[in-house]
């Protein structure tokens, strides 16, 4: 018995994931298809992840996850925030530059944690809790990258903000976790010296996670 229940809650897992990949809902059909699964096993699963909250399913019988899965995200992100702070005040004060997690919530990115430099004359204020979309702004097109299955630096210039230069990276290896680790200044960034460093510190953070 103790097996049989392991092997229904990876597989109630799998399904939270499939269904957290950014795309539209899938039908139990399709579902059972991705997971290598029969349909009646499916809609076990289905029927218990949706009496706990964590999928619903439309008036075209399409499923998606239910909205427990944000209580979840809730609680984690001060977790994660606890977690990512040494690494980014280690990027902040090395880079002198504006540190900061952002992780994707739909097609938005969200600033869970940020860590100014202490030394430098003038940076970017960041707030935690900022959210904006995904195609905009370094952190979001790392999250992208990261969905296409990249995981090199992206850098931009004046997207969220005028002057304000950007360079993130992808958090690698997390299934679980879609999320960038990033710096922002006024001054110019090296991409060259700035870039590696940053792809390090998401690295970095991601073996943390792991």
Not at 99 to 111: K, N
Not at 123 to 146: C, I, K, M, N
């Amino acid at each position: 018995m103790p097996a049989e229940s392991s092997q229904t809650l990876e597989r109630g897992l799998r399904l939270l994931r499939l269904l957290a990949d950014g795309r539209r809902g899938r039908t139990p059909t399709e579902l059972a298809g991705e997971l290598g699964l029969s349909r009646p096993a499916v809609y076990r699963l289905l029927t218990t992840l949706q009496s706990e909250g964590f999928v619903r399913r439309d008036r075209d019988g399409r499923v998606h996850l239910g909205f427990g899965v944000l209580v979840l995200a809730r609680a984690v992100q001060p977790l994660l925030r606890e977690g990512a702070l040494p690494t980014l005040r280690g990027l902040a004060e090395e880079v002198g530059a504006t540190a900061h997690l952002t992780v994707a919530e739909g097609d938005d990115g969200l600033a869970v944690a940020v860590v100014e430099p202490s030394w430098t004359d003038m940076h970017v204020a960041y707030r935690e809790g900022s959210r904006h979309p995904l195609a905009r702004g370094a952190a979001g097109l790392a999250v992208l990258a990261l969905r296409q299955g990249r995981t090199d630096y992206v850098i931009t210039e004046g997207q969220l903000q005028e002057g304000a230069r950007g360079i993130a990276a992808p958090v690698p290896g997390v299934p679980w976790l879609e999320a960038s680790v990033g710096v922002v200044a006024f001054t110019p960034l090296d991409p060259e010296v700035v870039g590696p460093r940053v792809a390090a510190a998401a690295a970095e953070l991601a073996t943390a996670l792991a």
